[in-house]
């Protein structure tokens, strides 16, 4: 009996810690269904609202305003527009043909336009995408006032980008256009903007090296939609980032002014202020209305552009690399006159030509320039001297001062497709073509023709460094939302002050010496004269048999044969201020046709605005005056009082 008492308390016990282990395991279940009640009904309240919502509510992306771009007076070169425009929404739309043919009911719809907004929402059928834009306000009315009718699509004001200056700055800011599946593929993780159709993004030039910058950071809002997909009411928003401003360090006045008096030319022009390398200029010409591109050019309109000889869309000033002629001779020289191997006084007999080998060259005057000294060499564009001098330096110095001087360089600027040009040696021929230097390799580059190249670029950055001694870099942003850049300091070119004096010495009797190529563009106040050098670069092979009977005039060719005009040149003599150089494709002769479109600039350029007549000689004011009347110019600003230059 007592043992079964005792197992019958025993047996009590056990069942007693089994139901409180089971009690206990029952309040843990209890618990920790009440804390997930708790943090699901509670805690996630919010969350799991918006999800149940999420047919009603839509978060979508503000985009930013696109950064100005100003000229360096504080001028808005590149500024945003307002733009009234519709976009739909596919997934909102429901029957997206339906809901656009009553959207054409009431503003316009091109065909066109009708089938890209189709494949364009298709693809992208949670994001808007751009039906029409610029409309007129009562375009924009109709479509507000019958939102209840079309389903998805909305009604925007937006910002649109503005060229104000049309083709004065075409070439450096280039232009904004929509996003292409190219650009999404050159981007490794693209910014959520650019998804969305029709998104606007720097395509060339200025716009589109500083894209980063100008576009700026993404906003976003929270937006109630009804069943038919229209909005109701915003929920929330979050502004984004505006892109920077961006100061160039162009003058928009002279940039007018070199664009006009570049007028029809297939032509370059770059200005550079010597002090700072600031790029206050830089033209290429024919130009072209960016403003064009931003708004959708026409079939029409692109193909006349395309189909122009004078080749509009190219930027010339940074983009051409041409046989830099007689503008080279200052190099040769230098290289020769640092080395040693002649002394300015030293003179060279010139008969007309050089005889290599079996082989003439010959000097642009046919009966030679007889005896020449480094200055009259450069004064009357002798051949000849530079064939010799540079038999005697040889291709590796002077390819080395080549670089010195900035050609061979590629300039790091926020434009596109910059040339490197070509400063020609030994090693790049035989990595180029696989055959040994030649000695008359050496002489046609001594007068800058053979495989030298330079852009107009290169041969402003080469006239500011020989007037300043100074490697002067080139400058074209000035400041980014309102912080200075900084401006590198110039090193020294490691060029004897002796040799650079003798060199602009022969580059003063170039415009002032009776006897100049350039003396017909010659400025005649003494506190601003020119130093300069003309340049003329073939572009064919003159035989032989031409040679014999006469070579035959420019003007006697048909445009693309005849050759290259150059000009470079810097002002004032005494006191190095601006840098020019002109490149006139099938201009003909350097001094004829790109001289006097330098000279012109570099006293606008002088003067901060139109010199006076008596800067000009005296027989050719009445010219200069006719000439100014039909340039298409900005209205004058009055002029800064008590000084005559350029701040």
């Known amino acids: 009996m007592k043992r079964a008492e005792r197992q019958i308390l025993e047996s009590h016990r056990r069942i007693g810690r089994r139901a409180m282990m089971l009690g206990g395991i029952q309040a843990a279940l209890i618990g920790t269904l009440a804390l997930r ?73 091109d065909p066109e336009d009708r089938a890209r907004t189709i494949k364009e929402a298709r693809r992208t059928p949670t994001l808007p995408v751009t039906v029409a834009d610029r409309l007129t306000w009562e375009e924009f009315s109709r479509v507000a006032v019958n939102s209840p009718a079309l389903p998805g699509i909305t009604t925007e004001v937006g910002l649109s980008r503005n060229y104000p200056f049309g083709p004065d ?81 162009i003058d928009h006045r002279l940039q007018n002014f070199v664009q006009a008096r570049l007028g029809d030319e297939s032509a370059a022009a770059v200005v550079i202020d010597i002090q700072t390398g600031d790029i206050v200029a830089i033209n290429s010409s024919p130009s072209f209305d960016p403003n064009l591109f931003v708004r959708g050019i026409s079939s029409a309109d692109y193909r006349a552009l395309m189909e122009n000889d004078h080749r509009p869309l190219a930027d010339k000033t940074v983009q051409g690399a041409y046989p830099p002629g007689s503008t080279f001779k200052m190099i040769t020289a230098m290289a020769a006159l640092e080395a ?43 051949d000849v001297y530079y064939y010799e001098i540079a038999q005697r330096v040889g291709i590796e110095r002077i390819a080395e001062m080549a ?111 009776r006897r100049g ?68 494709e099938h201009g003909g002769s350097g001094s004829a046709a790109a001289a006097p479109i330098a000279r012109d600039i570099l006293l606008q350029a002088l003067y901060g605005g139109l010199p006076p007549l008596e800067a000009y000689p005296e027989n050719q004011r009445a010219q200069i005056e006719e000439m100014r009347a039909r340039l298409r110019l900005l209205p004058e600003e009055p002029a800064p009082s008590g000084g005559r230059s350029r701040a």
């Not at 004269?529 to 092979?541: D, E, I, P």
């Not at 006697?556 to 006191?575: E, I, K, S």
């Open 37 to 109: 009640l708790q943090h699901l009904q509670l805690d996630q309240a919010d969350q799991f609202r918006l999800l149940a919502e999420e047919n009603a509510i839509k978060v979508r992306l503000i985009p930013p305003v696109r950064g100005l771009i100003l000229d360096r007076r504080g001028t808005i070169v590149a500024g945003n527009e307002q733009n009234y425009r519709v976009t739909v929404i596919a997934d909102d739309a429901g029957d997206l043909e339906a809901v656009l043919d009553r959207l054409a009911r009431l503003i316009p719809l």
């Open 169 to 249: 700055f075409a070439h450096v800011l280039g232009y904004v256009g929509p996003v292409s599946d190219y650009d999404l593929s050159r981007i490794e993780d693209p910014d959520p903007l650019l998804r969305i159709p029709r998104f606007q993004i720097g395509k060339l030039g200025v716009e589109a090296k500083l894209e980063t910058l100008l576009r700026g950071k993404a906003g976003s809002r929270r937006v109630e939609v009804n069943a038919a997909g229209r909005v109701m009411r915003e929920l929330g928003r979050k502004e984004g980032d505006p892109g920077a401003n961006v100061q160039l360090t």
């Open 340 to 382: 040693g191997v002649i002394s300015p006084g030293e003179t060279v007999y010139c008969p007309g030509y050089t005889t290599l080998g079996n082989r003439r060259f010959h000097c642009w005057r046919r009966g030679g320039h007889g005896e020449v000294s480094l200055t009259k060499s450069l004064e009357q564009s002798c």
């Open 403 to 513: 670089r010195r001087m900035g050609i061979g360089t590629r300039f790091d600027l926020p434009m596109s497709a910059i040339s490197e040009g070509l400063a020609p040696d030994r090693e790049w021929k035989r990595a180029k073509y696989g055959t040994d230097w030649l000695i008359g390799d050496t002489l046609n580059t001594a007068i800058g023709q053979g495989f030298v190249l330079a852009s107009p670029l290169q041969l402003a950055v080469m006239t500011a460094r020989l007037a300043s001694g100074k490697a002067i870099t080139p400058r074209l942003v000035r400041a980014i939302d309102g912080v200075e850049q900084p401006v590198m300091q110039p090193g020294d070119l490691g060029v004897s002050d002796a040799v650079l004096r003798g060199v602009r010495k022969g580059m003063f009797e170039v415009s002032n010496s």
């Open 517 to 584: 190529t350039a003396y017909a563009s010659r400025i005649v106040d003494d506190q601003m004269r020119m130093a300069g050098k003309t340049g003329t670069s073939q572009v064919r092979n003159i035989t032989a048999a031409e040679r014999a009977r006469g070579v035959t005039s420019n003007k006697d060719l048909p445009w693309h044969r005849r050759d290259h005009a150059l000009f470079v040149c810097f002002a004032p003599f005494d006191a190095p201020r601006y840098a020019v150089s002109v490149v006139v």
